[in-house]
């Protein structure tokens, strides 16, 4: 696991930039496309609205990048509350993305069947590799400052799943359906990138990182890549309680 901290959440988001424009370079050059699952939440955001800036975009191969999500809520595709909206708001209406490579959740249909079709499209899509197993090139995910990750809840049943590589889970606190990624496909990925700003955060990412294992609460400690990379990308606000802040 490798963790660095920036001074603030601009340098946080221009590094995260980076990051995920010379993770797609490599992707593309090495075997011809870049697969990355994107998050919800404000700090990544912020992030898609910096990648449409000129100085990555161009940079960027959008026609052999495809997009998918690492969570989303079950609410129609043009809902304030949806993943999806958000990322296209942000990014993909502003790039020359083609639509075929944007592979959204279906928020709005039964969760159940959402969950299975996305899990279904994920194996077609990955049969391409040769070993045809589900690998992103790069799942982004953020935390939340009750230590969830993508919409993997403390105490739900998506956190128990080994089997599945997509579930509907029912999130009680927020009284909501969200479909998310299991641990085990996100745990499959080449790099799994954290992006966690702010100080209301400070306390639950030492926890995750430097607390005792209790992932049923912790459901961020649950990821742990197989063989891939780990990256925490963080400001000094959210590792203000850390007592190693910089690990990498
Ligand atoms: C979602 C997210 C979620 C999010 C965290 C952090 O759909 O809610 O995917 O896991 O990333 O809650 O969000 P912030 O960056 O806004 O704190």
Not at 42 to 47: D, F, I, R
Not at 144 to 172: C, K, M, Q, W
Not at 230 to 245: C, G, V, Y
């Amino acid at each position: 696991m490798n963790v660095r901290v920036y001074p603030d959440a601009d340098l946080l988001k221009r590094a995260a930039a980076e990051h995920m424009t010379a993770l797609s370079e490599a992707s593309i050059n090495a075997q011809g496309y870049f697969s990355i699952a994107l998050s919800g939440g404000s700090t990544p955001k912020a992030v898609y609205e910096l990648l449409t800036d000129k100085s990555f975009s161009r940079y960027v191969d959008w026609e052999h990048t495809h997009i998918f999500w690492g969570d989303e809520r079950c609410v129609p595709p043009d809902h304030t509350e949806s993943n999806y909206r958000m990322a296209r708001l942000a990014l993909l209406d502003q790039v020359p993305l083609p639509v075929s490579n944007i592979h959204r959740m279906k928020g709005e249909i039964d969760p159940a069947q959402a969950a299975a079709e996305y899990e279904q499209m994920l194996r077609q899509f990955f049969a391409r590799r040769r070993d045809g197993v589900v690998r992103f090139d790069l799942v982004l995910l953020g935390m939340g400052d009750d230590g969830h990750t993508a919409s993997l809840f403390p105490g739900t049943p998506a956190i128990e799943e080994n089997e599945r590589l997509v579930v509907e889970n029912y999130v009680e606190k927020l009284e909501a359906w969200r479909l998310t990624l299991t641990a085990p496909v996100i745990n499959a990925a080449e790099h799994v990138t954290f992006l966690v700003s702010g100080k209301s955060k400070a306390e639950m990412l030492q926890q995750v990182l430097e607390g005792p294992e209790q992932p049923y609460d912790l459901p961020a400690q649950l990821i742990q890549p197989a063989s891939g990379h780990l990256l925490w990308l963080i400001d000094e606000p959210a590792a203000a309680r850390l007592s190693k802040p910089n690990q990498g």
